[in-house]
């Protein structure tokens, strides 16, 4: 089976990441999120109050991407900035009472949309699904490591 097959694996893994993306991100757009913003949120209501850089640095993102998302997220109610009372220099960043609200209901959508994607599975076949996920994760992080070189 070559990759050009639609029912190759790499035709159906790129067929399921569009539908993922499409369910999130219509779901994520009924409460005004973008699809960027919930690891972001995740982040901050798992550790609230930290500095841009660490935000950037943890996501792996570019400190003008979050900050362009902060930005935005601010603006919408979610988020606050406040300068560090010891270093000034430092921005941090902390959730507001509608971002942890927010933050919540977005983690439900996500448990309800990774319950409907797994539901016909066994939790055996979860299991096995899970193990060679991370398999094709690791296959692809060994590949980019390897081009750093």
């Known amino acids: 089976m070559n990759c050009l097959d639609p029912e190759s694996n790499y035709a159906l893994f790129l067929e399921?990441?569009?539908?993922?993306?499409?369910?999130?991100?219509?779901?994520?757009?009924?409460?005004?999120?973008?699809?960027?913003?919930?690891?972001?949120?995740?982040?901050?209501?798992?550790?609230d109050g930290q500095s841009q850089a660490e935000l950037a640095r943890s996501l792996k993102m570019k400190a003008p991407t979050v900050t362009i998302m902060l930005k935005r997220m601010e603006k919408a109610g979610v988020v606050?900035?406040?300068?560090?009372e010891t270093d000034q220099r430092v921005v941090r960043v902390y959730l507001t009472e509608y971002g942890r609200k927010l933050c919540k209901s977005i983690y439900k959508e996500i448990?309800?949309?990774?319950?409907?994607?797994?539901s016909r599975l066994s939790n055996e076949e979860k299991n096995i699904l899970n193990r060679l996920f991370k398999r094709i994760r690791d296959n692809l992080k060994e590949s980019i490591e390897a081009n750093k070189r």
């Open 16 to 47: 399921i990441a569009r539908l993922h993306y499409l369910k999130t991100h219509r779901s994520f757009q009924k409460r005004d999120v973008y699809p960027g913003q919930p690891p972001l949120l995740f982040a901050l209501y798992k550790n």
């Open 80 to 84: 606050k900035r406040v300068q560090d």
């Open 111 to 118: 448990q309800c949309i990774e319950e409907r994607m797994f």
